[in-house]
């Protein structure tokens, strides 16, 4: 049998288009599976792993998990003071800290003229909050301490993914939070003014 040139080059064209598609879908296939070896799974047991075996991870690498790398430093409530001062164990420490940018009624004053009832409600309501044992996150502003030797912190339910986004702060962090409650009201301490302008508009 006889082949024209013009034949052949006819067949190798349809030869070229029927198997051009065979041949990346192939290739493709390869590349993906190659490319799938090199991530190791992660096993259901470390997807569920809860925050306290993350926590003692965090430790031993230096801190450096969520708490480390947003400036927070972790700690385990020991009490609630009144409507916005608690003590923590930070460090192995007993330690007084009073959340700032807010103020509450007073209710554990040496005077006890100006304990008030409303002091009673928001000392009750940051409670309801928070109970002894829990891990809380304490955040610095400008200020380590005021003149009684109180930490000044925020204090957070949970290390926030963003502790600018305005929605972690009023869903998370208990200033805010007892604020919008109605139980104490914002309030500017200079130079710690970070959330000022939030914790206002609650």
């Known amino acids: 049998m006889c082949w024209k040139l013009n034949d052949v080059a006819a067949c190798l064209r349809k030869l070229k288009m029927m198997l051009l598609p065979a041949c990346t879908t192939i290739l493709l296939a390869i590349c993906l599976a190659g490319c799938g070896a090199s991530h190791p799974t992660v096993s259901s047991a470390t997807k569920q792993a809860p925050l306290s075996d993350w926590q003692g991870i965090e430790d031993e690498v230096g801190g450096q998990g969520v708490a480390a790398t947003t400036g927070l430093e972790s700690c385990v409530l020991e009490r609630v003071v009144d409507g916005d001062t608690i003590v923590v164990v930070l460090d192995g420490r007993s330690e007084k800290v009073r959340l700032i940018g807010i103020d509450a009624p007073e209710s554990v004053h040496p005077d006890e003229e100006r304990n008030v009832t409303e002091g009673e409600e928001s000392s009750a309501c940051l409670k309801s909050l928070v109970s002894p044992g829990q891990t809380l996150y304490l955040q610095r502003d400008v200020s ?50 970070k959330y000022s302008r939030m914790f206002h508009s609650l």
């Open 144 to 193: 380590d301490t005021d003149r009684y030797g109180r930490l000044l912190r925020y204090v957070w339910l949970e290390a926030p993914g963003d502790p600018d986004d305005a929605g972690e702060v009023t869903e998370k962090m208990l200033n805010a939070i007892i604020v919008e409650s109605g139980h104490a009201q914002a309030k500017d301490y200079a130079p710690d003014t």
